[in-house]
């Protein structure tokens, strides 16, 4: 939304001041919100009653370094908070309103009635940020971000970049000012570090956080990035060729009969990139492996669960249940109808809904033997805070906004994305028709983790699967082969 039209509803003022939220800083005024206001800028904040709307009060409040002291004014009296760092757990508090009466819950306890807020700190002076996004849905990530702007009278230049990683070394390598904040993907975190071109961000408070995401961007012991939404693999169905979807516990005995009665009628019955390590590593882990990369950082590709998983896939693709396709192909074939399941990502889902084409997502299945599902690779986002930002506490502000259950109920679910914020996946239940398939891969999935093995083997298995498909070498050759190359590459 436009700056002009924030600034308009703060300016409000109803005939009856008692009618009004008024807010001080310091003992002055800050602003003054009026039940319209703040109903414009409400959404859902409990699970437990879908009906009640409310605003985090890192929205309402002055964007401060610190706050150490509280009080919320009620007809009824008056509760005050008092610490160094309150300001540092008001995206955990919020208010909430039912016709005009104005509730506050933070930190355990709760007030009915509030007319004003009293806040005693530090407010942040210089009100200037660069934060650099990518991925899906920039305009609407944009419009979040100008929210928060519009909220704190704050300028954020916000720009999209393919390749933030790439950019942000090109940016250090010729001295040149980074971002303050920059969205990554796990994979990109030992790059950034081993260029020192991050700071750790383990003291914000993440309770309210997917712990999966947060592993996600953890590394060395330190958390390296506020996980911002989750992208899980999914299985996507044709509904045209496959009426009857299987059900959430289907097994990979159930996948090929389904494939066997679909090649019947001359139909492919699925297609996936398998010469990309990120489709073979959920069925390493149906088959038995325990773990990607190992306590000490090292992988292990060759062990038997992985030649067995690999020799899975190459007799699908004998069968001729699996056609090797890569993305483009493979979308255009599943579009046409020609494909009645791929694998993909649930980034995918906005494209086919844009289409009007019929389709359905269900977790991957599991293994019939282990019990153990085709454990889908969970792609999370992250926004990180460079070393050199010039407004670290500012950034701090921000990414408690964009984590904060506002955010989280607006962006992911639009994308068809996994909220990270817990309370706001909860309140997401009933947005999309496909979420309760994201929710069970989630659950079932693993994060892709933040570690330089993890992108060493995908990266090498990108040109060495190609010999296994195309019958050059056997899974086990491949996999021996790939060992090799990665343990000469960890080496440092």
């Not at 020192?196 to 914000?204: E, F, H, K, S």
């Not at 955010?407 to 309760?436: A, C, G, I, M, N």
């Amino acid at each position: 939304m436009h700056r002009r039209f924030f600034l308009v509803l703060f300016t409000l003022v109803l005939a009856s001041a008692g009618s009004s939220l008024d807010i001080h800083l310091n003992g002055q005024p800050w602003k003054q919100f009026t039940p319209e206001a703040l109903d414009s800028l409400s959404y859902p904040v409990d699970p437990a009653d879908p009906g009640k709307r409310g605003i985090s009060l890192d929205e309402v409040l002055p964007p401060l370094y610190n706050a150490y002291r509280l009080s919320a004014s009620a007809v009824s009296g008056e509760i005050i908070w008092e610490g160094d760092d309150l300001a540092d757990f008001f995206h955990q508090g919020y208010l909430s309103l039912q016709g005009e009466t104005l509730s506050m819950a933070f930190q355990g306890r709760s007030i009915n009635g509030v007319k004003s807020l009293k806040v005693q700190g530090e407010l942040i002076t210089d009100r200037t940020l660069e934060v650099w996004i990518s991925w899906e849905g920039p305009r609407l990530l944009k419009e979040e971000i100008q929210r928060y702007a519009d909220l704190h009278d704050t300028d954020i230049r916000v720009i999209e970049v393919p390749k933030t990683s790439s950019k942000l070394l090109s940016v250090l390598r010729g001295g040149g000012n980074p971002p303050d904040l920059l969205m990554v993907q796990s994979s990109d975190i030992p790059t950034l570090l081993l260029a020192n071109a991050l700071q750790p961000l383990g003291y914000l408070n993440t309770e309210d956080l997917d712990i999966r995401g947060k592993e996600a961007f953890t590394t060395g012991g330190s958390l390296w990035g506020i996980p911002f939404y989750c992208d899980p693999q999914i299985v996507f169905i044709n509904n045209a060729l496959i009426p009857e979807n299987p059900d959430f516990h289907w097994t990979l005995e159930d996948y090929e009969n389904l494939s066997a009665d679909l090649l019947v009628r001359g139909i492919t019955p699925s297609a996936w990139n398998a010469y990309s390590a990120s489709w073979l590593i959920p069925f390493q882990l149906a088959f038995g492996k325990k773990r990607l990369v190992e306590p000490d950082g090292s992988i292990i590709v060759n062990d038997r669960p992985s030649v067995e998983a690999l020799e899975y896939l190459l007799d699908l693709e004998k069968k001729g249940y699996l056609e090797v396709l890569e993305r483009d192909a493979m979308v255009s074939l599943f579009v046409a109808g020609k494909v009645a399941m791929i694998l993909s990502g649930s980034y995918s889902i906005p494209g086919f809904e844009d289409i009007d084409l019929d389709f359905s997502v269900v977790p991957y299945p599991l293994h019939p033997s282990t019990g153990r599902a085709v454990a889908p690779l969970l792609d999370y986002k992250a926004f990180c805070m460079t070393r050199r930002t010039r407004h670290p506490v500012l950034a701090r502000r921000l990414v408690e906004y964009l984590s904060g259950i506002g955010v989280q109920q607006r962006f992911p679910p639009r994308l068809s994305k996994l909220p990270v914020h817990l309370v706001s996946r909860t309140l997401s239940e009933t947005v999309s028709p496909h979420f309760s398939a994201l929710a069970v891969s989630s659950e079932r999935g693993i994060p892709i983790p933040p570690e330089k093995a993890y992108g060493e083997y995908k990266n090498t298995m990108w040109s060495l699967l190609r010999f296994a498909f195309t019958g050059q070498m056997s899974a086990q050759e491949v996999l021996n082969q790939c060992q090799t190359m990665v343990e000469k590459k960890m080496v440092p």
